[in-house]
């Protein structure tokens, strides 16, 4: 099958994401909102006309919002495929289940594009170049697997195969969970003094970042996946109760610690190999414009991989730490170019 | 009071970097440890030798070590001026209080010396440059508070005024609790499926980063620091029940994630003003060497100054997301900038 024409019912970010990929492809994509204003953004920017048939429809809706449009959507297109991208599974498939249309014409699907929101006028082409973007083809008839995989293909995504009820576990646990606890940590900053509060460093800044995500958002994702987090959270809550019970035990606090060190060294690395061991290599800049980059073409002269890195300030200081993470090799090489030109690198640490 | 001589007992990382800094400032230093390994090596790196009377003292060891060298310090150098560097200060004023050496004669202090840890191998010079020195200058002989802030002073730390009670209370909210959540949360990742850890972002990296830090060092902290952690962790403990009760609950959710905007917002910016509101500007590069030099090149090209900084790579795919965390006027700048020199920028957001 040959994508021609696509009906995109929902023309916020994602679903205007996607239209404006198809169209640089050459599909023709027809945008539709329940806010006509929204609607018309979208196809203003994705333009693509086509009178060619639909050959498949994408709810690109709020999970709330997607059993208003079921029925019409496949009563208007009863030819079509159809696939969604919400991101919990299994009470999508309770929706289709209970609606017109037909379990074996629907792709649940569910692509994994960072965490910008804001509707159409935020929407990129290229929102789903390179990321994971998970389908669960189990009993959906072959040629609407096959233009989900199209799409996919089109848009640069990564096909990953995953049944929606382990999806909707692994999104709790690798998603969903992080972002209620860094919530539960960062609800306990609300009554201390602001001058506790300047001491905090790059810990807590890391530990509590996604807390400022978009509430209306999460609220409906949470609700929707209890299901898988509700055990997820009574596990972490053993374990808090545990380690309150013994908060001045050595022992019990290290392994708590140890298990801890043991749990974070299983998130793989780039690319989505086994966890990497990078070398820690951190290097005190000006905090200037110009520190960077100069600090990047070092890297670049000594041919030298950044893997990741973080930057630190001290309250009321102006100067910065730079930590970048590095292969073993990388770091001894880049630790050497920088001191001989007169870089103030410390030592690297594994 | 000009510092001539200054004693370091206890030849660790913390230790031998203050000995290093201060040699480096013309003081003598004698470093000691109870492993005479470790203070040889010390002394061999820092040398700075002096037959000057010792006019300050400073325990460097680990909390637990304390009270087997107070009293044989107070008595060796009767005449001196103590401090400390613990990051819990209520049971060193304790130990204190129960040995030979005169409370009026002892200043607690806390270097927020970054996270690394090893010895005096990795000792650096310039490891307490603009960070927070905390001191509590409370009932303390003025000759030897003024022995600690030159201290500070040479060192290029920022001092910063604190009791001991309430410089607890502060850590355990902004350093030790934050430890002890990603733990908790890292820990929850323990049994689970490696294809389901394969699709973690930056969200998840972040939020369990520090559970990787090292667990004899933080038992002791934790121990040591567990009545101020207690209400803390209590508390969270209140609101993650009261979060599992209503779960399916959107607008006790809704508030939830609110309540964890709030405290996110008061973690202060960069240089210890309030929180600043930066504009986050998305760029997708090519992951291989030379393209992060090249990026912050256009940067200093732009004139603008980064703030802050991401990179997320997707599982099994060689481009990468950088998000940069910018002021808003710099944001328009910058991505005007890159856009024009063929950069895939991404819509800013806030």
Redesign the interface.
Known sequence: MTLSHVKIVGSGLIGTSIGLGLALKGVGVTMSDSDSRAAGLAQDLIKSPTSAPIDLVIFATPIGALNSVLDSEFLANPKAGFIDIGSVKSKVKVEVSTSKLDSKRFLPTHP?A?????GA????A??F????W?IDAQGVDADVVEAGVELIELLGG?K?D?DSA?HD???A???H??????????????G??????????A???????????D??L???I??AN?KA??P??????G???A??AS????EV??D?????????????G???GKAREYTYL?I?IE????Q??????E??DA???????T?????????G?ITLALSKADAVTLAEHLRSNGW?V??P?S
Chains 1, 2 share one sequence.
């Open positions: 994994m960072g965490r910008e929101v804001g006028e935020s929407a990129r290229d929102l170049q390179g990321r994971p998970i990564h990953i995953l382990s576990k692994a999104v646990l690798v998603s969970l992080p972002q209620l606890v860094a919530s539960l940590l960062a609800k306990q900053l609300s201390a003094e602001q001058g506790w509060l300047d001491l905090a460093g810990g807590l800044r890391d530990t509590t970042r996604i807390a400022g995500s509430s209306k999460w609220r409906e949470i609700t209890s987090l509700s997820l959270l009574k596990s972490l809550q374990d808090l109760t380690l309150i908060l001045e035990d050595e606090v290290s708590f610690i140890e298990a801890g060190q043991k749990g974070r060294a299983r998130i793989p780039k690319h989505g951190p005190v905090d200037k414009p110009g960077l980059a100069a600090l990047f073409d890297c670049a041919s030298v991989n950044v893997e990741d890195l930057i630190e300030h001290s309250p009321g200081q102006f100067t730490l103030s410390h030592s640490r």
